[in-house]
């Protein structure tokens, strides 16, 4: 023994002593078939579940992105209000310019020459009146469209409602028109370019693939059997991509997803990596809940007539919004993550034994041969079982 | 032996041998009760931490959401600028829409009536002169609002500036009308229309739920204790619950958080998947670093007067930006998370043993016994110890 | 034996019973040392790689981040068509508040007093005509500015067209002015105010630094060497940043990244918790590809004349876009995450065994010694070899 020697040389024994556990090997074909076909499958797993499909050697990266959206079209409506007019981006692309989304105008509710007067509330509950003392000056409500001036005036011959101080005269139609005043918005196009980023790996490229040159962008459409690396999309067919009709769409407006997705295997070729395009509905237009359906939004154009007092030109502005939502992930080999999962592949390894000692000592005519060579017993209670003991 | 036969059968012969470690079984009622307890001290923390708590054995999608939002509300302002003057949402909310957030203006700074014209800059000490020689002709600077004509004015009776050549009127108040001028901006509502959906398991929802009509639509306003389903927003209690107060965030304003988290367990029934808000100010009102606070902007509204010229009105605007950010993780079953979990826990397990075969062979009196049984000895030395070789 | 006991006893029993491997100990000089190099390379990678490195012992948390942007500045542009003319932020930043991004014109093409009515196509393929049949009444295409009248006029002394109602007169610049018209956009400054939060930890931080105060903000601008803690930027250094000419990105417009990375330790004091900036083009100037270079949209400004009839201002505005994107992780000390990763290190060691055993029985001289005293058989196959058993 060598504890009576000096510490200095017990350490010194420690340092070049290897521990190893002891192993019984047994030799049967029936647990050796079970312990292999279980090593099998594991290992089957690590490596098509891992590493083929989950591509577990590669490093990931998600994108960075930046898009822009320019659309394009000419719109024509013809209305008793406004008579014959062309809409074009600029009339009809609201705000001009946004980060990830643009809005196209499809349908609108205009009302000219609002000034700030006084006129007639909207009959409802809360200001239909038959004399003054039924109008409280100074009254707003959350629904109502100015405050109250305390009067009882004519809304039409038979009606009577609280007169408002508002922008006058007030908006009167409810329901958008059916069919939408820019149908003609179904041919706008739209080119979207999309630069994307993926940083740890210094990899960079845009939508508009190599091999696109001028002359095919200026007068291609994306389609997904002909042109389906054309970046410039007609509104109709990503509508329809989603399952949708455009012309019912535009009556009410609503909110369309584009996404982009840059799934890229950088082991391979970077001609490879290239944008993948999906439409969706983005709002919900469950048949059974159409409270509050669509999208729309009011704003104003600003005017000053000769005598210096503002007008304003109201417009319900219902319209489609698209939200371009960029996704994707690249991979790179990289031999941290390839560690980490053969060694995760090595730990279900050990499952695999756990199974078959199981089979081994439990279902195995022979488990009592196996028992006494595998386990050694050593008692504290006394000498109850030694048997066990080699 | 079997070293002798051929290759072939070799291979194979291994092929069939399955490998066990020989174990030590140790009877003894203190460490059997270590080994126990600390067992189940890692299968309960196992099982309450990974599988309940963290959810382990589902697989996890996060969410994609859409979200629009409608402002409503009047606001009525008096000043001698403007006059008696109505505000509704087309005046006060800018841009009219955007992706996930809305601006609701509540204070403002109106210069009226602005031209491309010369006048004397605001006093400054790069802009304050004696004679023309003071100022130089061309010259601009970053706090300026104009470039210099190189002459020397009146800005006051007792002060001359050099004179600019900018949109005059300059702007002359420095600090926003206190109280607020739209104080009617804390009855302002908001409806806020947010469609979530997780890819990964198909599922789509959106927080107007299934159980909300029409009319409830129409009256009700969010109360997190007698509306919590309710979308519509009242501005006032947005700003409350994150301990701010309407009237004093709105002089400079701000930007407002409004959280909606949806936290979805897929395994239960799809009622139970409702959305939770929570609203934060995100802007910084550190008192002791008053340094730039709030958030404002300028805009201009363009008009030409009857000589084709181009006026304009400048806005200094103050507001509050609600920036809408939707969160959530949705779970749901799946067997490979499960068997990863399971996996990591028996890891675990492993730990197990090695304290307590520290303690065997330490702390035990019996522990030389343990040791002996435990470990053979083999040894290269020559025969410095064989008293373990069994 | 216990066997015939019953089975409560045996139960008891079985919990008192504490399984250890039993092992080998190779006394070697060899094996020893590759042991303890191999021990130790993985130790050291463990604590090197996984603590210091990845601070595996830390709970992290992504950030929450609100921006705002303020740019201020004059530019005087002078042409034929708007005369001098003086522009400040309320005219060069559209639309005038964003969430993440914010855009400021550079160059522009005017079209001045365009009404509705109707003019001569610009000359294309699809427009040039020699009579009235050559054009189809109701006729528009994409790349067109109007719908066609069905008449064929002169669009100049030599060359007819197809008549189009549309907002005429049409735009006839097709490249923007070199040098940009609004060159001295490169002296801009603007004020980014970005407040982050990491709910996790509910930490709080702004870019405006604490020791920041307001004489230092007024004039001071960001540069990396002598004030790198400025929330300032003059959009020229923005560009030239990222190794781009201002100048002649401002010709076409482009998308410009501001990178705002908070990585901050909380275990360490809260003052080293700092932003740092840096600053990329988005978009792709690649010149062998310059399809549709740089970025630009459309906008018009709408009056009305003395008789009520609208005109519009169509300005094609181009620019950069800013993107502001806010990164970083915050890490703390927490348990759970140092236990996982302690864990994953001893599985690493595992590993550490295999290649030992591997080297110890097929390299060593004493191989035969050592597998003798490592393997035990028992054979299924009858007496096939019995020397293994001890």
Same mark, same amino acid.
């Given at each position: 023994m060598t504890h009576e020697k000096g510490c200095?040389?017990?350490?010194?024994?420690?340092? %070049? +002593?290897?521990?190893?556990?002891?192993?019984?090997?047994i030799r049967s074909k029936k647990v050796g078939t079970i312990n292999r076909?279980?090593? &099998?499958?594991?290992?089957?797993y690590v490596i098509g579940y891992v590493c083929v499909l989950k591509k577990g050697y590669q490093d990931t990266d998600t994108v960075l992105s930046s898009v822009t959206a320019k659309v394009k079209g000419i719109a024509l409506t013809n209305t008793s209000d406004l008579g014959l007019r062309i809409w074009d981006a600029a009339d009809y692309v609201i705000p001009p310019q946004g980060?990830?989304?643009?809005?196209?105008?499809?349908?609108?509710?205009?009302?000219?020459? !609002?000034?700030?007067?006084?006129? &007639? $509330?909207?009959?409802? !509950?809360?200001?239909?009146?038959?004399?003054?003392?039924?109008?409280?000056?100074?009254?707003?409500?959350?629904?109502?469209?100015?405050?109250?001036?305390?009067?009882?005036?004519? %809304?039409? $011959?038979s009606v009577k409602t609280c007169e408002v101080l508002a922008w006058c005269p007030l $908006?009167?139609?409810? $329901?958008?028109?059916?069919?939408?005043?820019?149908?003609?918005? +179904?041919?706008?196009?739209v080119l979207i370019k999309n630069s994307v980023r993926y940083p740890k790996f210094n990899f960079n490229k845009r939508n508009i693939l190599p091999h696109i040159n001028s002359s095919y962008l200026s007068q291609c459409v994306f389609n997904r059997k002909t042109d389906p690396d054309c970046p410039i999309f007609r509104l109709k067919d990503i509508v329809e991509e989603a399952q949708e009709d455009f012309q019912t769409m535009a009556v009410h407006?609503?909110?369309?997803?584009?996404?982009?997705?840059?799934?890229?295997?950088?082991d391979m070729?970077?001609?490879?990596?290239?944008?993948?395009?999906?439409? *969706? *509905?983005?709002?919900?237009?469950?048949?059974?809940?159409?409270?509050?359906?669509?999208?729309?939004f009011r704003f104003a154009k600003y005017y000053k007539n000769g005598d210096g007092e +503002?007008?304003?030109?109201?417009?319900?502005?219902?319209?489609?919004?698209?939200?371009v939502m960029v996704f994707g992930q690249a991979g790179k080999f990289n031999i941290v993550p390839t560690l980490l999962n053969v060694g995760a592949g090595l730990a279900l390894l050990g499952l695999v034994s756990v199974v078959c000692d199981w089979i081994v000592l439990t279902c195995m005519t022979k488990r009592n041969l196996y028992k006494e060579q595998k386990y050694s017993y050593v008692d504290d209670f006394g000498l109850l079982s030694d048997d066990g003991i080699p």
């Open positions: 200095c040389d017990s350490i010194c024994q420690c340092f %070049f +002593e290897y521990f190893t556990p002891k192993v019984l090997v076909l279980t090593q &099998a499958l594991v290992i089957a980060e990830n989304s643009f809005f196209v105008l499809t349908n609108l509710i205009v009302t000219l020459n !609002q000034t700030q007067t006084t006129c &007639a $509330e909207k009959p409802s !509950q809360a200001s239909i009146c038959s004399s003054d003392k039924d109008c409280k000056k100074g009254f707003r409500y959350t629904q109502g469209n100015g405050v109250q001036t305390g009067r009882c005036v004519n %809304f039409s $011959e $908006e009167n139609a409810t $329901e958008p028109p059916n069919p939408p005043m820019l149908a003609d918005a +179904e041919n706008f196009t407006g609503g909110v369309m997803g584009v996404h982009i997705r840059w799934d890229c295997d950088l070729p970077k001609s490879w990596c290239v944008p993948k395009y999906a439409f *969706r *509905r983005l709002d919900n237009k469950d048949p059974d809940h159409n409270v509050a359906p669509g999208y729309n +503002e007008t304003r030109t109201l417009i319900k502005g219902y319209g489609i919004r698209f939200d």
